[in-house]
């Protein structure tokens, strides 16, 4: 058996915790990578994994990820997350999610969770019978932060993307500017709304094609295959589904001078962001242009700590500092050669102190 801490995934990580609750049935790993700048905060992901490695990977993997990410959106929070392994039924009790809020409980606040793949609002409440340490919680009332972080993740993206235009193409508007988007989820589905008000034309592909069509139909787009649009000649190409699309075989079908969306780890592996600065393609990194949903339960959870509601005017005015970040990145690129995945690295890096 390989030890984890021999991974290549492990990246001096504060504190790697296994629970197992044998009357529940829990068995979960809580990664804090960083709390240089605050609690580590990061969702908790319930998924079935074949061997109980890929859940190690996957927890040290995203936690640094989080780490990345949460210092690079401003925000006074650390990078952390939870992977419980679902069995293979994917059965979720209530004793389940009891006995993983007091594990997220037990450590008094350096961690902070929050829904992620196969954990719902109603599972967050559920965690929040147990512990304080939890953010992604409805929103109480209009004006206040809060609830399914996905349409905030969507702004985000969507800023992200206009200053992408403007960056790269030169142009101050969207209008007849041709997106092509793999996925029309929760993220996917908000960007293409977001686009087409402001007149862009625009693909759209998703694996459930019926929801391709349907989105189609009320915005007057048109649909790809999914295995498809990644050749779609267009300006901007915006993953918004799986990670690790953009890989040697990726890069060389892509027809657009832009990729920007909101998926996780869309490169393949380090390397890949230079193969497409090789190519002439701007790219957005994943974790900057994407980190809107956490800007949102950030601030709904630090509001709450101080018994207030989250104020949804300074979520959305930290949404749109999402380009200044962006161009920020894109002009130290151009000056450095340096590919912007890389140097969005480096300044996520100095930022937590590594
Ligand atoms: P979602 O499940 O609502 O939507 C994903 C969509 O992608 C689904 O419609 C699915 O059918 C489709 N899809 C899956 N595989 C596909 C493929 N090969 N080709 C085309 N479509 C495919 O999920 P979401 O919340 O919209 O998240 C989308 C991506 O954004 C994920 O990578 C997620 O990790 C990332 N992300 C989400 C948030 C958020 O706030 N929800 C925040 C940051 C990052």
Redo the contacts with the bound molecule.
């Keep these: 058996m390989t030890a984890f801490w021999t991974e290549a995934d492990f990246d001096d990580h504060e504190l790697v915790q296994l629970v197992h609750d044998r009357a529940s049935g829990l068995t979960a790993i809580l990664a804090l990578h960083s709390t240089h700048l605050g609690p580590a905060a990061g969702g908790t992901r319930f998924w079935h994994y074949p061997a109980s490695m890929d859940a190690m990977r996957d927890a040290l993997r995203l936690s640094r990820g989080m780490s990345y990410k949460n210092a690079m959106a401003g925000l006074p929070m650390g990078g952390g997350k939870a992977v419980i392994l679902a069995p293979q039924d994917r059965a979720k009790t209530p004793e389940l999610l009891a006995a993983f809020g007091d594990a997220v409980d037990a450590l008094g606040g350096r961690y902070v969770t929050a829904e992620?793949?196969g954990i719902s609002e109603v599972d967050m409440v559920a965690v929040s019978k147990r512990t304080q340490y939890v953010s992604g919680l409805p929103a109480q009332g209009s004006g206040a932060a809060g609830g399914?972080?996905?349409p905030?993740?969507a702004i985000g993206i969507y800023h992200g993307i206009k200053a992408a235009v403007r960056y790269k193409l030169g142009r101050d508007s969207v209008e007849g500017v041709h997106v092509a988007l793999?996925?029309?989820?929760?993220?996917?589905?908000g960007v293409a709304q977001l686009l087409s008000k402001d007149g862009a034309k625009l693909t759209l592909?998703?694996?459930?094609e019926g929801?391709a069509a349907a989105l189609a139909r009320d915005l007057g787009a048109e649909t790809a295959a999914?295995d498809a649009?990644m050749g779609v000649a267009c300006d901007v190409f915006s993953p918004?589904?799986?990670?690790a699309i953009l890989d040697d075989e990726g890069i060389a079908r892509l027809e657009a001078p832009i990729v920007a969306g909101?998926?996780?780890n869309q490169l393949g592996r380090a390397g890949h962001g230079q193969k497409l600065a090789d190519r002439g393609i701007l790219y957005a990194p994943?974790y900057v242009i994407?980190?809107?949903?956490?800007i949102s339960v950030a601030l709904e959870f630090l509001s709450r700590q101080q018994g207030q509601s989250g104020d949804i005017n300074e979520v959305r005015k930290r949404l749109a500092q999402i380009p200044d970040r962006l161009v920020e990145i894109w002009e130290q690129s151009d000056k450095t050669g340096v590919s912007p995945d890389v140097v969005a690295d480096r300044i996520a890096q100095k930022l937590i102190g590594r």
């Design positions: 992620d793949v399914d972080p996905g905030f993740t793999q996925g029309v989820g929760s993220v996917g589905g592909s998703d694996i459930d929801r999914p649009i918004n589904a799986l990670g909101g998926a996780n994943d994407n980190a809107g949903g956490i």
